[in-house]
C-alpha cells in the first residue's frame, strides 16, 4: 500500500503503533472531523478594572528568512516608515469580540502594545533596559462571537425560508451595528454602518437564489459567512479612528491569494484544526500587500511621508476570508484565522505573533479536567503541533508553518490578563537521528531535574475496530486492504496497531463513523469471512478516548512510558490500545471516555506536573473523631503541599443523617464546625449512601480516600463497592476490622483484587504504631507467641484515678467530660470496646477468631444492661453516672483488696496463639506486670515472640481522647499520600 505524506507537517504513518493522521482517498490529512476535547480552555472574564501594565520583554529582530526574497513583501512595508521596529501581528479570536467592551478592551491593548515596551536590559540582568519605542502593529480578527453560526444560520434557513433567513440576517446585522455605533461616534461609523448595509441586500440576494437550486454550494457558504470578519475589522477599525490612533483596516480578500491543494470545499467542522489543503500564494500575496500598502496605506495614513510624531500604524486585518487564485472569494476554514494571523506576519516579516485567547496561555492540560494544570512557559513548533493533532486547541498545525519557515514565536496570551508573559512557541525539535548521534540513554528520574513531557491532553469519542486472525492470507496483503478499506470509506484513521506477522489489526477511529468503517471492512474482506480464513471483525461498543502524552524530552529517556503506564494501573484504569509515535514525542493510550479524565489526572500527577491530590470523603464528619480530624487538615494543608508534595481536597463531608457533596469532584469549603456546613440547605442533603457513592465514583482524581469516623455496620457493608471503584478506605473505627469474619475476608480480598489500601492502624491503639509493629514481626519472620496489656483509653483512666476519694462513678464520669469515652460508655465500660480491638490484633496473627469467641469481663450488671434510658444525649448519660453508684462499693472493696497486695487494678487483654485463647478482664497486677505502671491516658501492648523471650517489646503511649485518635487516622493518611508522591518520585 503506498501512502502519501501529508502536506502540513502531519504526522507521519508508521506501521508500528502510533499515532497517524487519517487516510481519505489515498491521501494523509489531519483529523479535523474527531470530536476532540475542547484544549486548556479556562475561562476569565474581563474586569472592569483591567489594567494594562507594560510588559518587560526583549524586542526581537526580524527573524532570518528561510523563504525566498519573492515571499516577503519589500522593505517599504516591513520597516514601515523606516521604524527601526519590525512588525508585531495580534491575532484575536471571536471570545474576545463579543460585545463593545470587548471590542474596546481589544483597541485599548493595541494601542499599548504598538505604543512599544520596556527592552531588557541584557547587560545587567533584572535592570530595565530603554524603551523600545512604537511598534508597527497588525491585528488580525475574527467575527464577533458567534457571528459565523448566525451567517450560517442564513443560508440554512434560505433554502426553506427566506423570510426566516432575512429575520436571521437583519438580527445579525443588528448585533454588530449596535457594537459599531457603541465604540465610535457617527461621524466615524455611518460611512461603515451604509457598507454593512450593502453587503447584507448583497447577501440577500445571493441566498434567495438558494430556493431555485435546492442546495448550498460551498462557495455560498464561505462568501456568506466571511463577511463575519469584515464586519468585524471595520468595528474595531472604528474604535481605533475614534481614539485617534493611526489605522486602516485591511480586507484580506485583497491581498491573500490561496490556491486549493486538494482541500474539500466549503467551510470545514466547527473547532477543527484544520485548514484542509489551503496554501497561500506568497509571491502574488506580496506584491498584492504592497500596492495596497501604497494605496489604501497611504490615504488611511498608516504609510505616510514626512516627520514621525512617535506613534506606529495599527492595521486591521480580516481573518478567515482569502480569495483563490481564480479570484473567488474563499475562506481559510472554520477557525482559519490563526491561520491568516500566521501568513500575514510572515508577509511583512513579523517579530513576532501574538494569539489572544481567554487562558494563561497553552495549559499542561485542560483545567476543567484537570484542576491542577498550569500554564506551559515554552513550547516547540512541533510540540505544539503534536498537541493539536491530538486534540487539543492549541494553535492550528498548519497555521505554524509560515512561523517555522522564519522561525517567528508565536505567544499564546490571556486577553483579560495581558501582563501575564503566557506560552511562546518556537523553534523546532531535534531530530530522532540527531537525538540519538548526541548521547546515551537516561532514566528521566535520575536527578536532572527536567521533566519529559510538555502536556498531556485527549481525543473523545472514539472507536476500537479491530480485524483477527488473518495470518492465513498474508501481512502484507492485509494490511494493504485493511487501510484501503478505510480511505474507500473516507475514514479518519487516528491510530493504527497491529499483532505479530499482521495477523490482527486495531484502528482507531471516531465514533460518528465506526459503523461506516465496520461496514467498509466487512465488504472488503467478505470472502475471507465466508471461508473462516479470518476470525472476526468487530468494532468496540464502548465509547473510547485516546489519553496522549507529548513533549521532546522523551526521546532517550527510559522510563517515560512506564511512568505513565503505571500512574494509570494506580488509578485503576484500563489501557486497550498503546501506542509510542516514531518521533519519540508522544505516547498515547485508548482508554474508556469515562475512564479519561481519570487517565488525564494520573498521568499529570505522576509526571509532577502538579502536586498529588487526594479526594478525601468523611463520614461521621460531625462527631468528635471527624471534627478534630478537619482541625487538624486544616492546621496542616500548607504543610502537606510545601514539604510532602501533596494536597487534601475535602470533597465530601456526612453526619449520620445529613451529606454535602462536592461538585465534580470540588473541594468543600474548609469548615473548623462542620455543623455549619451541613445544616446549610445550599449545600446539604439528606444522607443516601447510593447517591454519596455515585459522587464518589464520578470523582475523576485517581487518588481517592473515603475516612469512615462512624461506628456504623451498615457503612461498612459498602467498603467491598468502593474499592471496586479503585477507592482506598481508611477505618479508625472498629466495626469492619472486627465484624463478622466472613465481610472481613471479603474486604480484604476486594483490596488486593482493586489494588487499593485499607488502612485500620487507628483502630487500635489511636496513634500508636501497635498493628505496624506486629506486622513487621511477623513479615520479618519472627514468630509472636503471646499479647498482653490493656487496649481501653477509659478503662486505663478510670483505674488510675479511682481511689479511696474518688469512687468508680467519679473516675467514669471525669473520663467522659475529658472526652476519652466512647460515644456509648456501655462499649467500654462491658469490655466490648477492647474485645473488638483484640480480635483486630488475633486476626492479624492469622487466627478465625470473631468477637464471641473472646472471653469477655463486663463491669456492668443485668440491671444496667438492660435498662431502657430515654431523653437527650446529655440527660441519658446522667442517667447512666448515676446508677453507675450502685458499683461504688463493689469497686472499691475490688480496690482495697488490691492495694493490701501492693497491686492495681487494670483492665488487661491476652491473646495466647498457641492455645488460641483471647480474654479481656480486671485483674490486679503486681509491680512485675507492664501495666503496673501504666499511666491515666494509655494503651499498652507487650509482645512475647521468638525473638523478644527474656524481656517483651513494648509499644505504650497516650492513646485516649478524640485528638489523638485524629492523629492516628491522619497518619494513616499521611502513609497514603506517601504512597501517592512515592509512585512519581
Same mark, same amino acid.
Given at each position: 500500500m503506498r501512502l502519501h505524506k501529508s502536506i502540513f507537517l502531519a504526522a507521519p504513518f508508521v506501521t508500528a503503533a502510533a499515532f497517524i493522521p487519517s487516510t481519505q482517498n489515498g491521501v494523509v490529512t489531519s483529523t479535523s472531523s474527531v470530536n476532540k476535547a475542547a484544549f486548556f480552555t479556562q475561562q476569565q472574564q474581563p474586569s472592569t478594572s483591567t489594567r494594562l501594565e507594560p510588559l518587560a520583554v526583549s524586542i526581537s529582530s526580524p527573524p532570518s528568512s528561510t523563504a525566498s526574497a519573492s515571499e516577503i513583501c519589500p522593505t517599504s512595508v516591513t520597516s514601515p516608515n523606516n521604524n527601526p521596529n519590525p512588525w508585531e501581528v495580534h491575532k484575536f479570536g471571536g471570545a474576545s469580540l463579543a460585545d463593545a467592551a470587548l471590542y474596546r478592551t481589544v483597541g485599548d491593548l493595541l494601542i499599548r502594545e504598538s505604543s512599544g515596551r520596556v527592552m531588557k536590559n541584557k547587560e545587567e540582568e533584572g535592570e530595565e533596559g530603554e524603551h523600545s519605542g512604537p511598534i508597527p502593529t497588525m491585528a488580525i480578527v475574527s467575527a464577533r462571537g458567534g457571528m459565523t453560526d448566525q451567517l450560517v444560520a442564513v443560508v440554512d434557513s434560505a433554502?426553506?425560508?427566506?423570510?426566516?433567513?432575512?429575520?436571521?440576517?437583519?438580527? !445579525?446585522?443588528?448585533?454588530?451595528?449596535?457594537?459599531?455605533?457603541?465604540?465610535?461616534?457617527?461621524?466615524?461609523?455611518?460611512?461603515?454602518?451604509?457598507?454593512?448595509?450593502?453587503?447584507?441586500?448583497?447577501? @440577500? /440576494?445571493?441566498?434567495?437564489?438558494?430556493?431555485?437550486?435546492?442546495?448550498?454550494?460551498?462557495?455560498?457558504?464561505?462568501?456568506?459567512?466571511?463577511?463575519?470578519?469584515?464586519?468585524?475589522?471595520?468595528? @474595531?477599525?472604528?474604535?481605533?479612528?475614534?481614539?485617534?490612533?493611526?489605522?486602516?483596516?485591511?480586507?484580506?480578500?485583497?491581498?491573500?491569494?490561496v490556491k486549493s491543494m486538494g482541500a474539500a470545499a466549503g467551510l470545514g467542522d466547527k473547532g477543527s484544526t484544520n485548514t484542509g489543503g489551503v496554501v497561500p500564494v506568497y509571491d502574488v500575496s506580496a506584491k498584492l500587500m504592497e500596492t495596497w500598502w501604497n494605496g489604501e496605506g497611504l490615504k488611511e495614513g498608516v504609510n505616510f511621508e514626512g516627520d514621525d510624531d512617535g506613534s506606529a500604524p495599527i492595521v486591521v486585518g480580516t481573518g478567515f476570508v482569502a480569495t483563490s487564485e481564480d479570484g473567488v472569494p474563499t475562506t481559510l476554514k472554520r477557525s482559519g484565522s490563526d491561520y491568516s494571523a500566521t501568513i500575514f506576519a510572515k508577509l511583512v516579516a513579523a517579530a513576532r505573533v501574538t494569539m489572544w485567547k481567554n487562558t494563561d496561555g497553552v495549559y499542561t492540560a485542560d483545567p476543567r479536567r484537570v484542576p491542577e494544570a498550569f500554564s506551559i512557559a515554552s513550547l516547540k513548533y512541533d510540540e505544539a503541533m503534536e498537541l493539536a493533532y491530538f486534540g487539543a486547541q492549541v494553535l492550528h498545525p498548519s497555521a505554524m508553518v509560515p512561523c517555522i519557515d522564519q522561525n517567528i514565536p508565536v505567544y499564546v496570551r490571556n486577553i483579560f490578563n495581558p501582563s501575564f508573559e503566557g506560552t511562546v512557541i518556537q523553534g523546532r525539535c531535534a531530530s530522532l537521528e540527531d537525538t540519538n548521534k548526541e548521547g546515551k540513554v537516561v532514566n528521566w528520574r535520575s536527578g536532572t531535574g527536567e521533566i519529559p513531557i510538555k502536556g498531556i491532553t485527549s481525543v473523545d469519542a472514539v472507536s476500537l475496530l479491530t480485524l483477527e486472525g488473518a495470518s492465513v492470507i498474508g501481512g502484507a496483503e492485509v494490511a494493504e486492504r485493511f487501510m484501503g478499506a478505510m480511505a474507500d470509506a473516507e475514514i479518519d484513521v487516528l491510530m493504527l496497531t497491529q499483532a505479530s506477522s499482521e495477523s490482527s489489526i486495531t484502528v482507531v477511529v471516531p465514533e460518528n463513523q465506526g459503523k461506516a468503517a465496520l461496514e467498509g471492512l466487512k465488504s472488503k474482506f467478505e470472502l475471507e469471512l465466508s471461508r473462516s480464513n479470518i476470525n472476526?471483525?468487530? @468494532?468496540?461498543?464502548?465509547?473510547?478516548?485516546?489519553?496522549?502524552?507529548?513533549?521532546?524530552?522523551?526521546?532517550?529517556?527510559?522510563?517515560? =512510558?512506564?511512568?505513565?503506564?503505571?500512574? $494509570?494501573?494506580?488509578?485503576?484504569?484500563?489501557?486497550?490500545?498503546?501506542?509510542?509515535?516514531?518521533?519519540?514525542?508522544?505516547? !498515547?493510550?485508548?482508554?474508556?471516555?469515562?475512564?479519561?479524565?481519570?487517565?488525564?489526572?494520573?498521568?499529570?500527577? !505522576?509526571?509532577?506536573?502538579?502536586?498529588?491530590?487526594?479526594?478525601?470523603?468523611?463520614?461521621?464528619?460531625?462527631?468528635?473523631?471527624? /471534627?478534630? $480530624?478537619?482541625?487538624?487538615?486544616?492546621?496542616?494543608?500548607?504543610?502537606?503541599?510545601?514539604?510532602?508534595?501533596?494536597?487534601?481536597?475535602?470533597?465530601?463531608?456526612?453526619? =449520620?443523617?445529613?451529606?454535602?457533596?462536592?461538585?465534580?469532584?470540588?473541594? @468543600?469549603?474548609?469548615?473548623?464546625?462542620?455543623?455549619?456546613?451541613?445544616?446549610?440547605?445550599?449545600?446539604?442533603?439528606?444522607?443516601?449512601m447510593d447517591v454519596l457513592t455515585a459522587s464518589i465514583e464520578a470523582d475523576v482524581n485517581p487518588h481517592r480516600v473515603i475516612i469512615d469516623c462512624t461506628s456504623d455496620d451498615k457503612v461498612a457493608d459498602n467498603y467491598e463497592r468502593w474499592m471496586a471503584s479503585g477507592v482506598n478506605i481508611i477505618s479508625p473505627g472498629c466495626r469492619a476490622a472486627a465484624g463478622p469474619l466472613g465481610r472481613y475476608r471479603s474486604i480484604q480480598t476486594a483490596q488486593r483484587a482493586n489494588a487499593v489500601e485499607w488502612q485500620y492502624e487507628s483502630s487500635v491503639g489511636s496513634a500508636l504504631p501497635i498493628l505496624t509493629t506486629l506486622r513487621d514481626l511477623t513479615q520479618t519472620g519472627d514468630d509472636v507467641k503471646l499479647l498482653r496489656g490493656c487496649l481501653s483509653g477509659t478503662m486505663a483512666y478510670v483505674f488510675h484515678n479511682m481511689n479511696e476519694e474518688t469512687t468508680f462513678s467519679e473516675a467514669v464520669r471525669l473520663a467522659v467530660d475529658k472526652d476519652f469515652a466512647e460515644n456509648d460508655i456501655f462499649e467500654d465500660l462491658s469490655g466490648l470496646d477492647a474485645a473488638r480491638k483484640i480480635v483486630i490484633l488475633a486476626r492479624e496473627l492469622g487466627m478465625d477468631v470473631s468477637l464471641e469467641d473472646v472471653e469477655v469481663e463486663s463491669l456492668l450488671p443485668d440491671e444496667i444492661v438492660n435498662k431502657e434510658y430515654t431523653g437527650s444525649k446529655e440527660e441519658v448519660s446522667a442517667a447512666i453516672l448515676e446508677d453507675l453508684k450502685a458499683l461504688d462499693a463493689p469497686m472499691l472493696e475490688r480496690y482495697r483488696e488490691a492495694a493490701a497486695e501492693n497491686k492495681r487494678l487494670r483492665y488487661k487483654f491476652v491473646i495466647d496463639v498457641a492455645s488460641g485463647k483471647c480474654k479481656c478482664s480486671l485483674e490486679a497486677v503486681d509491680n512485675n506486670d507492664t501495666l503496673y505502671r501504666l499511666r491515666e491516658n494509655e494503651n499498652l501492648v507487650a509482645f512475647e515472640t521468638s525473638r523478644y523471650t527474656s524481656s517483651p517489646l513494648i509499644v505504650k503511649g497516650a492513646a485516649a481522647g478524640p485528638d489523638l485518635s485524629a492523629s492516628g487516622m491522619f497518619a494513616d493518611l499521611l502513609r497514603l499520600g506517601r504512597a501517592f508522591v512515592g509512585s512519581q518520585a
Open positions: 433554502l426553506q425560508d427566506i423570510h426566516q433567513a432575512e429575520i436571521s440576517l437583519d438580527l !445579525a446585522l443588528a448585533g454588530q451595528l449596535a457594537i459599531l455605533n457603541e465604540v465610535a461616534p457617527a461621524e466615524i461609523t455611518a460611512e461603515i454602518e451604509e457598507r454593512m448595509r450593502k453587503d447584507a441586500k448583497d447577501i @440577500l /440576494s445571493v441566498v434567495q437564489s438558494l430556493r431555485m437550486i435546492r442546495s448550498v454550494p460551498p462557495s455560498v457558504m464561505e462568501v456568506v459567512t466571511g463577511f463575519g470578519e469584515i464586519w468585524s475589522a471595520q468595528t @474595531l477599525y472604528a474604535y481605533l479612528k475614534h481614539k485617534g490612533v493611526k489605522t486602516a483596516w485591511l480586507d484580506a480578500r485583497d491581498v491573500l491569494i472476526s471483525i468487530s @468494532l468496540s461498543e464502548e465509547t473510547m478516548a485516546i489519553v496522549a502524552i507529548v513533549g521532546e524530552g522523551m526521546a532517550l529517556q527510559s522510563g517515560v =512510558s512506564a511512568t505513565f503506564m503505571s500512574s $494509570l494501573a494506580k488509578a485503576n484504569v484500563n489501557i486497550r490500545v498503546i501506542a509510542q509515535g516514531s518521533s519519540e514525542r508522544q505516547v !498515547a493510550v485508548v482508554v474508556k471516555a469515562t475512564d479519561a479524565s481519570r487517565a488525564l489526572r494520573a498521568a499529570h500527577m !505522576a509526571f509532577t506536573l502538579s502536586t498529588s491530590m487526594v479526594s478525601l470523603t468523611i463520614l461521621g464528619g460531625t462527631g468528635k473523631l471527624g /471534627s478534630a $480530624l478537619i482541625r487538624q487538615l486544616n492546621a496542616q494543608k500548607d504543610n502537606l503541599a510545601k514539604n510532602l508534595n501533596f494536597g487534601v481536597c475535602v470533597t465530601t463531608i456526612a453526619s =449520620s443523617t445529613k451529606m454535602a457533596l462536592g461538585q465534580n469532584g470540588q473541594c @468543600l469549603v474548609q469548615y473548623n464546625d462542620v455543623y455549619e456546613l451541613l445544616e446549610n440547605d445550599d449545600t446539604a442533603q439528606e444522607l443516601d
